[in-house]
């Protein structure tokens, strides 16, 4: 019998203690996005999550999900980016700057957070529930991040450079879902990563476009289309894929109970939690590797998203079960 090479992911796991991953049919899950889909399609799986529309949790599969909304998502988002793009090359109409800012921060974040959607096989969390988290956390985790990076400065730690981030960004947003979210309803480890991932997004996309305005602002309108485009083809790796484990491995420990402080000293999630945070300083430490950096970081962040949504998929198995 053939038996399975262990690598350095599978290591990772062991460490970190989530599973390993049996498998990830990557070829099957893509499948959907290059079918063909009705908009009546669309509209059904966005408008899951309410009391009547959440699926009696016999009737719910737990294969790997085939997530295909998200690229329609992406291609209309693009599509408005690309067209609000050539609108301002052609005519140079200021108006059009906070469209396209807003567009081109929002449009791959909103596509990812979208994928999360379906991935939650359970379609217990409304699309309302995430855009309210999207938004109202997005911006709580911006103002507690701020408020930390004044107690930081008020301390004199600012020594640790840019690594900073990761130690007060990380909790902030955490801390923005804990205060947005405690409803016994959403109590699955793929309902914590959507919800994670949700907060993700919007401090991502919020941040994205201050920094666009920004330098718009100070070296202009060339630079910033360049912070649009490099900060939307690095999204997919960076807030809301560290955001989404870390929330994904708290509902693991939390489920349907309360929150309680000591759930933050559960190994369970503190060692997910280590590694958002130290993924985040590796990116954002500067180290001269280029994209072979971030791929590294993506590789492993992505990794420990599938090993919870396979430990999530599992956990609605045992439901079942139980049932």
Known sequence: MHQRTTTFLDRLAHAVGVEPLHELPLRLMCREVFSAHSDLEVEHILAAGAPETTPALASVSTDWPRPWVFGRLLVLALAAYGALLVAWTQTANRNLIPGLI???SFAVPMAVLVLFFECNVRRNVSLYQVMRVLLLGGVLALML?????????????????????ALVEEPAKLLALGILINNPRYRDTLNGLLLGAAVGTGFAAFESAGYAFRAGL??????????ILTRGVLAPFTHIVW????????????QEQPFRWPMLADPRWRRVMAVAVLLHMLWDSG?????????????????MVASLIQEGLAEVRREQARY
């Not at 100070?218 to 912070?227: A, K």
């Not at 180290?287 to 990794?303: A, C, H, I, K, Q």
């Open 145 to 165: 991040s701020l408020f930390m990076y004044r107690i930081g400065a008020a301390f004199q730690i600012e020594g640790l450079g840019a690594s900073i981030a």
């Open 287 to 303: 180290y001269e590797l280029g994209g072979l950096l971030y791929l590294m970081v993506g590789l492993v962040g992505w990794f």
């Open 102 to 104: 807003l567009t081109g």
């Open 218 to 227: 100070e070296d202009g309108s060339l630079v910033m289309r360049d912070v």
């Open 243 to 254: 955001t989404a484990m870390a929330a994904g491995a708290l509902w693991r420990v939390k």
